[in-house]
């Protein structure tokens, strides 16, 4: 079978190329059929060399799939089935993370498409448990964001479940890249006035939002909104983004980190406790933040064929990752 496959860690070190289609499911897992792969910043930063990977691993973590081959032990229903799975290969199942529910922090944490082979090829692996139906109502393309939006929900939920955006409040999310489309989605779907920040590269996504009824801000453009926004949602990982959300907060308001920066920043840091501002995070998803997305795609509160630009084959992987790091489409997807 083809494979997008990251040859080693410097950048640019990738290729088609072929790879044994698996014929076997180890006990406990299933062989997917890969029916939609989505393109995630992740994967662009694999490509350039920034996030480390196993050599020759198949890249790519955002996917729906079609259960094909049972391994021992796994419950035949499953057979035919469409499915989206969480990411993780394998955590160390006993640490403080595991154990309470917060395996995405698990140190020992192996995932598909950075340790073992990904969603970039026409099957893969993966345990059972991992896996969770897709909604009749969602396609291929749709189901295959599932782990972003789970990964949002890890993000905008507190572990209780209770969510940090509320009716009413006015929100700012920063990015209106795929998660930041996500993100203010479900900020709206929890009752909060969303207002959704680009830079001026991003007019392709930010005409986007307002057809999906948001306000939008150009960075930039006219006199930006200071201490005015109940809570902040960071999802540029660039660092004029995250102190533009410092900046829109009133006090007492709430930042949630998603957006990766990549390194150091300055930061107006005694400005958290001028404003008594709740800084938060979220890094990947958990099983508890994955029973919480599903519904919410079901529910058909968030619209998420919306975010598709384009499928594509395989063999198109340079141009899509070229045209994706441009800015000018939201989700590519593969259809391996």
Not at 101 to 114: A, F, H, Q, V
């Amino acid at each position: 079978m083809k494979a997008i496959v990251k040859l080693s860690n410097e950048a640019g070190d990738v290729a088609l190329i072929d790879k044994p289609e698996p014929v076997r499911a180890n006990p406990g897992h299933v062989i997917l059929e890969v029916l939609a792969a989505g393109v995630c910043g992740t994967d662009l930063s694999i490509a350039k060399g920034l996030y480390k990977t196993f050599p020759n691993v198949t890249i790519g973590h955002e996917l729906t799939g079609r259960v094909g081959i049972l391994g021992e032990g796994v419950d035949a229903t499953w057979l035919g089935k469409r499915v989206v799975p969480e990411t993780f290969f394998g955590t160390c199942g006993t640490c403080v993370f595991c154990r309470s529910g917060r395996e995405n922090l698990c140190y020992d944490r192996k995932s598909i498409g950075t340790h073992v082979d990904g969603a970039f090829a026409g099957w893969l692996e993966i345990p059972a448990k991992n896996l969770h139906e897709v909604p009749e109502t969602l396609s291929n393309e749709a189901g295959s964001m599932g782990e972003p939006v789970a990964c949002v929900v890890n993000s905008l939920f507190e572990i209780d479940g209770h969510p940090r955006i509320g009716p009413g409040d006015k929100v700012l999310v920063v990015g209106p890249g795929p998660i930041g489309l996500i993100a203010a989605q479900v900020a709206r779907a929890c009752g909060g006035e969303v207002t959704l920040q680009g830079a001026p590269g991003d007019a392709v996504r930010l005409a986007l939002a307002g057809k999906l009824g948001f306000a939008v801000l150009t960075a930039g453009a006219g006199e930006f909104p200071v201490d005015c926004f109940d809570a902040a949602v960071e999802c540029s990982g660039n660092r004029h983004g995250v102190a533009d959300a410092f900046r829109s907060l009133r006090k007492g308001g709430r930042l949630m980190q998603m957006g990766l920066v990549g390194g150091e920043i300055p930061l107006a840091y005694d400005t958290i406790c001028i404003k008594e501002l709740t800084v938060t995070s979220g890094f990947a998803a958990n099983h508890r933040s994955w029973l919480r997305a599903i519904p919410l795609m079901a529910s058909g509160r968030i619209d998420l064929e919306s975010l598709v630009t384009a499928t594509s084959p395989l063999d198109t992987w340079h141009e899509i990752l070229v045209e994706q790091r441009s800015r000018d489409g939201v989700k590519h997807i593969f259809k391996p």
